[in-house]
Each structure stands twice: as C-alpha cells, then as structure tokens.
C-alpha cells in the first residue's frame, strides 16, 4: 500500500482509497495516478503518460487533459492541498508525501523497468516511422509539409497553450498565451483560426466559427523563432450552462490555427484549451 494525505493507494488491487473509503476512478485514471506516484518529484511527459497508459495508441491529448481533470476532482473532494502540479511544455508531477509499505516498493521497483522497456519500444516505433512517413502529433506537436520552392521543406510547428487549464465564470474573459515555435528557417504568418467549445464526450457546443481572422489581423512568427500570441477567451452563458449541466463543469475549447508561408502554402496547427466552468 502507498499512503499520502488521506488517501492509500493499493496497487494490486486497484484500489484508491479516502479515509478508509474506497474512490470510484475510471480505469484510465488510476493508471495516470499510479504512474505519477511512482515518479514522484519528477515531471512525467504527456506523450510519456499517453504511451503508457493509452498502450501506444494514437490520442488527442485532450483525453489527458480530461482524464487529468477528472483526477484532480477526485483528490480535491478529499484533500485541499495540491497533490499533482503542471508544469507548463513539460508535463505533470506528483508533490504528495509518500509512505510506502515494504510490498509497495518492491511493487513499485518492479514496476518502473516494465514502464523503461514500453517508452523504450516506443522510441524504436517512432524511429521506424519517421524513417518513412511523416508523424503528426494530435496535439502539442504538429508536422506539416510546407511547399517553398522547387524542393519541398519539412517544418517543425510546436503549439504550446499556456496555462492549458483555466477557470473561467459565466460571461467572463480569461487571458490565455499560445506559443508558436518553428523549428527550421521557414516563416510563417498566423491569420486565421477556427474553434468550437465542446463537451469533454466530444459533443459541439454553441457556434463553431470557421476562418475567423486572429486578433490584429495576422501574426508573424520567423523561422527557427517562438513567437506567443496572446488571446483572451471568453466563455459564453450557453456554453457555461452546458459545462455545468452536462459536462460535469468542463469545456473544452478546440482551435485549429491557419498559417501561411511567404507563398502562400497552409498549414494547420490544433490545440485543446480545457475550461473549469467556474460560479
């Protein structure tokens, strides 16, 4: 058994439990739990977590952000401190104390060479891939081919949301930065966006808006530069009505960036802003 705060973890029987209570956690949700724990004091990848939890399988990470949600509630309804931080680009970690039993560490001890060999054939996967195919992260990283003369250049475009988890009242605006980085000498101009709020089930609320030009028109963003874009989102009644009523106080707010090369060739780049519906 592993204890911290109120809570006791056990991991053979998958079990988490509160003063003595056992907590109802998804499957997933547990496993995202027990892998921060077990990592405690270390900051742990999303596509780390992704990889292991997901088995490999090809996810938005929007399933993170909702399942990481889902996992805060459920600590913060026993215990008011912070137990998991996020640590902006990087991923989450675990600042709990923790006791563990003699059977615990060596379960846990046990466990994290099987998490090195699934990350180290995942890696292997990967290399395969790119060997010959282009990858596309769902999320955070995004790569897209990008014509600019007669041969044709592979850009590097990381989205990074900043801070990916806000909590915004009904009718009220909340600063939020997108960060753009281009990783090659290719420069790109930002000019339009779409974007829909949507349930954490994935169902569309309120109007998708379609090509809706950017803030101050356009947004330059050099090659091998970063450059932050600064938005404010607003949360609409209807929106927020729905987040609290069906959506267990949570939105999700969906982009997909348009930007253009000094020719004219798009590229798309998504990012998933999760929303608190707050009083």
Sequence with gaps: MIEFGRFMLDLKRRILFANGKPVELQSRTFEILALLVAAR????????????????????????????????????????????????????????????????????????????????????????????????????????????????????????????EIRIGSGMERPVDYVFTVENQVDLQLETEDFQFSLPSGEPVGLAVKGGRIWGGSFPIRGGRTGIYHNNIYLPPNVAEAGKTRGSGIVLLKHVFHLRDALGKETTVPAVLMIGVGP
């Design 41 to 164: 004091d270390r900051v742990v990848a999303r596509d780390d977590i992704i990889a292991q939890v997901w088995q490999g399988q090809i996810v938005a990470e929007s399933n993170l952000t909702v399942q990481m949600s889902i996992l805060r509630r459920a600590l913060a309804e026993h215990y008011a401190s912070a137990l998991i931080i996020t640590v902006p680009g990087r991923g989450y970690r675990f600042v709990g104390d923790v006791t563990e039993t003699a059977t615990a560490a060596a379960d846990t001890q046990s466990a994290r060479p099987e998490q090195r060999r699934f990350i180290s054939t995942r890696a292997r996967f990967l290399a395969a891939l790119l060997g010959g195919l282009a990858l596309f992260f769902a999320s955070a990283v995004v790569w897209r081919r990008i014509a600019t003369g007669p041969l044709e250049m592979t850009a590097l475009v990381k989205i990074a949301v900043e801070p990916d």
